[in-house]
């Protein structure tokens, strides 16, 4: 049954491509970027998703590529960067990514109070749209965001039907798959009548995914940690720009739990004790993920001690997930596991294989800052040497499934020095498109 839904799968996208090729591309080929016709001929899953929501009818989704692609040009999507829109809509905070819902989609977040109707803006303003969800699907690929419509302190200067049209046909056209729902929140009376109009936009299927709520019902879809005090929440993130707000993981970690400063305050002999603790009080299964790889560097005696307490744990050792990336190989590649001391402390594992023939500058960026410590935090690792990254809860603090980390890398000259100073000079001056990131 799974293989004959794979072949049909398979026979609609090799057939809504050459229908595309064939009557849509000959004809307006100046009316696509290249790089969308290209991309459509060689990401099944961006094809899959225009199917997908088209119920897999092939004429409705000619019809639906052909309008995206010409709205991708005319916008000029494949360009859009911080450049593309004016700073002030960047500072207001109208729009921007952050947190998480209950069932960890991204939040995708809409100030309309900080809205204000004005067709001399309005293009701009599709176009930071646009940005947003562009970046957010080149980075997740097709994971669905919920969409929070905060009316709070709304008034009639900020009530623009145009706008939120335009925001319902990016998910209904342009970015097909990707709501999971709509969240409006403290709708004022007066756009009773309004919503009426945005449900006929949405369709009967989509109706569904409009959510009205107060202070109180807006958690039964966010929790506390993630909504404003404003809804109730306890979330103290606030809005700033610069730097842009990037995918939440906004501040490196300290190594001591909440942020300082960036400096590396530990030194090596700390890192590999702290990593040692973990590996002799976890349980067996958690070793595993904690085992450390040996530093060529390290002298041959180190190296016999961590092969005895492999051999200890290899009767149930399970093979490590790694992401194989240009400059670090990551373990683990998606989740962290956490596992009990005999303190009740929690602690685990990240380790970091350079495999560049030049120093590798690292830090780790995470969406909760100040629930965890982090050793090392902000460091550099030789070439061909592995790093032992400890991650452990601070304070005491509760573990979640919604919090992210981020590990960014970039390699440096032979030259650089690799102290606190010269790195936080470093991360300054390197090119955004020099670094390697992994979540």
């Not at 009740?344 to 380790?351: F, R």
């Amino acid at each position: 049954m799974a293989e004959n839904h794979a072949q049909n799968k398979a026979k609609l996208v090799s057939e809504t491509r050459r229908r595309f090729e064939a009557e849509y591309v000959t004809d307006k080929s100046d009316k696509y970027d290249a790089r969308d016709v290209e991309r459509l001929q060689q990401d099944d899953n961006w094809v899959e998703s225009y199917l997908s929501w088209r119920h897999n009818i092939v004429d409705e989704t000619l019809k639906m590529l052909d309008e995206s692609f010409q709205w991708r040009k005319e916008i000029s999507v494949n360009d859009l960067n911080e450049s593309s829109i004016p700073r002030w809509l960047l500072e207001i905070g109208v729009i921007y990514l952050h947190g998480y819902d209950k069932e960890g989609n991204k939040l995708f977040w809409i100030r309309v109070k900080h809205h204000i109707k004005d067709q001399k803006t309005i293009l701009d303003k599709k176009k930071l749209i646009a940005f947003w969800l562009e970046r957010y699907a080149k980075r997740e690929n097709g994971k669905p965001v919920t969409v929070m419509f905060d009316l709070s302190e709304t008034g009639i200067n900020s009530i623009d039907m145009d706008f939120v049209r335009f925001i319902i046909n990016c998910f209904k056209v342009y970015y097909p798959k990707y709501l999971s729902k709509i969240v409006i929140f403290d709708m004022p009376w007066l756009m009773n009548a309004a919503f009426k109009i945005v449900k006929s936009w949405l369709g009967p299927e989509a109706v569904s995914l409009l959510k009205f709520t107060s202070k109180n019902e807006v958690q039964d879809y966010v929790s506390v940690e993630y909504l404003p005090p404003h809804m109730g929440g306890t979330d103290p993130f606030k809005y700033s720009y610069p730097p842009l707000v990037d995918d939440d993981f906004q501040t490196p970690l300290c190594e001591n739990g909440p942020i300082t400063s960036e400096d590396e305050t530990s030194s090596k002999e700390d890192i590999e004790s702290d990593g040692k603790e973990t590996l002799e009080t976890a349980s067996n299964e958690e070793q595993t993920a904690l085992l450390k790889k040996i530093n060529p560097t390290e002298s041959t005696s180190k190296a016999e001690e961590n092969e005895k307490v492999d051999s200890k744990t290899k009767a149930f050792k399970k093979p490590l997930s790694v992401f194989k990336g240009p400059l670090l190989h990551i373990s683990p590649a998606e989740e962290l596991y956490f596992g009990s001391t005999e303190s009740g402390e929690k602690k685990t594992l990240i380790v970091l294989t350079n495999v560049t023939k030049n120093i590798v500058a690292f830090k780790v960026r995470t969406t909760a800052p100040e629930k965890y410590r982090v050793k090392p935090s902000n460091s550099s690792c030789d070439p061909g040497a592995s790093v032992d990254i400890v991650v452990s809860p601070h304070g005491g603090l509760t573990v979640s499934a919604q919090d992210r980390f981020l590990i960014m890398a970039a390699e440096m000259e032979q030259s650089s020095g690799t102290g606190p100073a010269e790195l936080t000079q470093f991360w300054k001056e390197v090119p955004r498109n020099k670094v390697m990131e992994h979540r």
